[in-house]
């Protein structure tokens, strides 16, 4: 199912998930299918189990990034499993996540089609770009901490 | 004063300079390196401070840059648990006895102002930044966006800290932009995303730093400032700078007038190495040159990552930069640039990158150096090398980084000290572990060939080729007072007592050291460093390799700042890992390993147990009632690394 949502449209817009290309500034379909994205995460729930409930991982596109303005794919893991939600994106400053993922079109179709796993891998190729919302205890008290550590991205490198 | 023999050597980097109206008695600059974590947690000075800077003082060079101190009240500056403030005139006699300290070294006293921007406000669980860009490590704190009455703020608390620092009889001031603090957070265009005129073109953002320049500029009229600017943010990815916009950005405050430019490279989140052992020495002298070429006219200091001191002559020489300025290899030896001078560069002890340093500042630990056990302990004369009140005949078991550590500070007390070694060479496990290292095996290399050079220069014999065991001990019997086993450990073979096939196994030590050959598909038991090691190394020699490590992840034993290298080396070279995983039989085919997704077949000619090691022990029980004293240091006590094997190998050189 494909939640309609009043966003601008930004270049490359594709059809991905089943969002389809609209070339107007009105209602358009959005680039995260929020089914699809909801299928992945239950197949793959193992992975959002570990997260203290609450915990929210935000998706956005490099497109809208840039602009401060557009889809926020949020991941959020519920006593229930992990649930995900088709919110407005409308910059960082503004943004209720614990972790941000920017990345290009490409890079989610690839995560999509994997599974979380290949987060890491796309992180460290730079395909996917992640901030960190919270500060350091708040991402322990959501159970972030190991996923963050396995990424490799604790302390400063030099 | 005379020339010196090395001075002669090295005639560029021995020469006077001068910076404003004050002369330097060379070229070398002591960088601020100094963030050091030794201070009060309300950013007082304290004597382990006061003791370390007058080392610094004493290194002998020209120009002294006392660490970055944090100038604002609410500490948004303020990016380690115990960094310095000069924000109150109430820091200012700490700071006059360091000015003091620095003159009386014959030094030209520097007094960084370092306001850490998107790293700062340690205590307050926020940072500041010129725009709310979410930080991309844990490490760091959530930003708020500075209004423009909190940049009017921030230039005053500058200005009046360069004011403060002079008074306190510093001679000139420096501000930081090194590795993205807020200088940096201004000029680039990651982190600025303001809409005003203090964001946008490059112009704008480089408003902040001229402003910044002016304001401690009229602070302190007569007095050289100082600005650390990047040479390359390597943030390009992430939508920074790329370096023509950072040498734009310099053209800018050399308008401003400011005195001299310390070119640096690289920001703490930058994915990629900038100042590790990794990145070969002199790599990136090119953007000095190029901040030389575009403005001649301006003092330009760099060295990152040039430890050489003839390599910096011979910059100086052809005109890439006028000051070398020089940080973690005064760490290592403070006396380096008197050894230099008096010809005696190859007693130097030199930095060997491990990034100790660093990894403890950021796990909020005083620093400590690998290299140099004394530092950081000035203060407490049981670190002192200091005469012997009794000299006494030690003996050492093993020429390891830890026996060789104590023999030379033994010796440098007066002992009569001798080494004995069962194999062909000093240096023990860091041989092997140099041999296969893959980010710059002549750092590690170094380390033993120091230890050869000084333990000639100091007179300590070392009998190769002689194992110590009681046989030995009982025709030595009363000829020694003390005796210190540094034996080192070995994998622990017990551990794989009950896999299948165990009569297979080779020992990463024996691969390590050339003493077994691994064929060319190889499954390594244990990933941690020294399976890490030897993986990679026999990957890039074109081997198949997989490592099967019990544990959930990989490095488990390795520093936090070479972690991300290992991850990213076994990545790079496509070896293939099965973690929270373990052999369950090994055959001529291979290895059977099982985990909790089952069980995997991975064909092998060769399985290399790299897992748990053992100390050895043995001699501690053989010798209990054969000599005086009986010491242990390094990983015969518990194996660890090489940090730990050279500090305890000093501490006890130190004391027996
Ligand atoms: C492949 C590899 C990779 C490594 N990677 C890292 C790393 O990334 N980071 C890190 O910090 N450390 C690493 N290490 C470990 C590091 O090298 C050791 O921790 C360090 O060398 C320990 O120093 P030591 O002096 O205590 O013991 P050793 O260096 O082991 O020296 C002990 C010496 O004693 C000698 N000896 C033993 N018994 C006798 C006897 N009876 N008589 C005479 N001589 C004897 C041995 O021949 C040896 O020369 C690695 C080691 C290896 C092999
Ligand atoms: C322990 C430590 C503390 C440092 N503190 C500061 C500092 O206070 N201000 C600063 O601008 N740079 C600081 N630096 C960076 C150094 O001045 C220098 O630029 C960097 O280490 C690279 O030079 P090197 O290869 O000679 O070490 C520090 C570096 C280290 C290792
Ligand atoms: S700790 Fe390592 S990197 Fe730091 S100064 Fe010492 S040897 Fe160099």
């Known amino acids: 199912m494909a939640v309609p949502l009043e966003v601008p449209d930004s270049p490359g817009r594709a059809a991905a998930g089943t969002g389809a290309r609209r070339d107007d500034h009105r209602i358009v379909e959005p680039f995260f299918s929020v089914a699809a994205w909801q299928a992945w995460a239950d197949r793959h729930r193992a992975a959002f189990d570990a997260l203290a409930p609450g915990t929210r991982i935000g998706q956005v596109r490099r497109g809208d990034a840039a602009r401060a303005g557009g889809e926020l794919l949020v991941i959020e893991a519920t006593e229930d499993g992990p649930r995900v939600r088709l919110e407005r994106y409308a910059g960082m400053a503004r943004c209720n ?14 995560l999509l089609a994997a599974g979380p796993g290949a987060a890491r891998r796309l992180t460290r190729e730079r395909k996917l770009h992640l901030y960190v919302m919270k500060s350091r205890t708040e991402l322990e008290a959501a159970r972030l901490d190991e996923f963050l550590d396995r990424l490799a991205l604790v302390h400063p490198k030099h | 004063m005379t020339q010196r023999p ?31 974590n030794y201070n009060g947690r309300d950013g007082t000075v304290t004597p382990r401070e006061l003791a370390r800077m007058r080392v610094i003082a004493n290194t002998g060079c020209g120009i002294i840059t006392n660490q970055g101190a944090y100038p604002d009240p609410r500490g948004e500056g303020k990016a380690y648990f115990r960094q310095v403030a000069i924000f109150d005139d109430r820091f200012l006699p700490e700071f006059e006895l360091i000015a003091r300290y620095i003159h009386d070294g014959g030094a030209l006293a520097i007094q960084q102002i370092l306001h850490a921007g998107r790293y700062g406000g340690i205590d307050l669980g926020y940072c500041v930044q010129p725009s709310v860009v979410p930080q991309t490590l844990p490490h760091f704190r959530p930003p708020r966006e500075m209004t423009k009455d909190d940049i009017r703020l921030c230039i005053r608390e500058h200005a009046e800290a360069a004011r403060r620092s002079i008074k306190a009889g510093f001679d000139g001031t420096e501000v930081t932009s090194f590795m993205g603090y807020l200088l940096a957070n201004f000029n680039s265009k990651f982190t600025n995303q303001r809409s005003d005129e203090y964001g946008g073109s490059t112009r704008n953002r480089g408003r902040f730093m001229r402003e910044l320049i002016d304001g401690m500029k009229q602070a ?87 430890p050489d001191p003839g ?54 630990l005083p620093y400590t150096c690998t290299m140099n056990p004394a530092l950081g302990h000035e203060v407490e004369p049981e670190y002192a090398v200091t005469p012997a009140t009794v000299r006494k005949k030690v003996m050492v078991i093993g020429a390891g980084p830890a026996g060789m550590e104590c023999a030379l500070t033994a010796a440098k007390r007066g002992h009569s000290v001798t080494v004995f070694e069962k194999s062909d060479r000093i240096g023990g496990s860091l041989l092997g572990y140099a041999t296969h290292d893959l980010a710059r ?65 080779v020992d990463a030590l024996d691969v390590a050291r050339g003493r077994a050959q691994a064929g060319k598909r190889v499954v390594v038991l244990g990933g941690g460093k020294v399976g890490l090691v030897v993986a990679e190394s026999l990957r890039k020699r074109g081997a198949e390799v997989a490592i099967v490590e019990e544990d959930k992840r ?9 972690k991300w290298r290992h991850s990213a080396w076994v990545e790079e070279l496509e070896i293939r890992t099965f973690l929270s995983a373990r052999a369950t039989r090994i ?16 064909p092998a000619d060769t399985v290399i147990a790299a897992g748990p090691r053992k100390s050895n022990q043995s001699l501690f029980r053989d010798f209990e009632w054969m000599i005086d004293e009986l010491h242990g240091c390094g990983d015969a006590l518990m194996p660890r690394g090489l940090d730990a094997a050279i500090q305890e190998g000093y501490r006890l050189g130190v004391r027996i």
Not at chain 2, 272 to 286: A, L, T, V
């Open chain 1, 97 to 110: 996540a614990h972790l941000l993922f920017v990345g290009p079109d490409a890079a989610w179709r690839e």
């Open chain 2, 6 to 36: 090395g001075e002669a050597q090295l005639p560029h980097l021995f020469k006077p300079g001068r910076i404003g109206k004050f002369a330097t008695r060379n070229l070398i600059k002591y960088g601020a390196c100094c963030v050091s």
């Open chain 2, 554 to 562: 990989l490095a488990g034993d390795v520093m936090p700042s070479f």
């Open chain 2, 220 to 306: 302190t009229p007569d007095h050289p400032v100082i600005i650390r600017l990047n040479g390359a943010e390597l943030m390009d990815n992430w939508g920074g700078n790329d370096e023509d916009e950072c040498f734009e950005l310099m053209g800018q405050a050399v308008e401003c007038g400011v005195d001299m430019i310390s070119v640096t490279v690289g920001w703490q989140e930058a994915p990629e190495s900038s100042i590790g052992r990794d990145i070969p020495p002199g790599h990136w002298n090119y953007l000095a040159a190029r901040a030389k070429k575009s403005f001649p006219g301006t003092l330009i200091a760099f060295g990152n990552r040039l």
């Open chain 2, 311 to 364: 390599m910096a002559n011979d910059c100086i020489a052809r005109g890439e930069f006028d000051y070398w300025e020089v940080c973690r290899p005064l760490l290592a030896d403070p006396e380096m640039v008197h050894k230099v001078a008096e010809g005696r560069q190859e007693e130097v002890r030199r930095c060997i990158g491990s990034l100790n340093c660093l990894s403890r500042l950021f796990r909020d």
């Open chain 2, 441 to 505: 095996p002549d750092d590690l290399l170094s380390v033993i060939r120091h230890y050869e050079v000084m333990a000639r220069k100091l007179g300590v014999e070392v009998r190769l080729g002689t194992e110590a065991n009681a046989k030995l001990m009982r025709s030595l019997l009363h000829q020694f007072d003390a005796c210190v086993v540094a034996a080192g450990a070995g994998i622990d073979l017990d551990h794989y007592d009950r896999l299948e096939g165990r009569e297979r196994l």
């Open chain 2, 587 to 602: 055959t001529a085919e291979g290895v059977h390993v099982a985990s909790a997704k089952g069980e995997t077949f991975v």
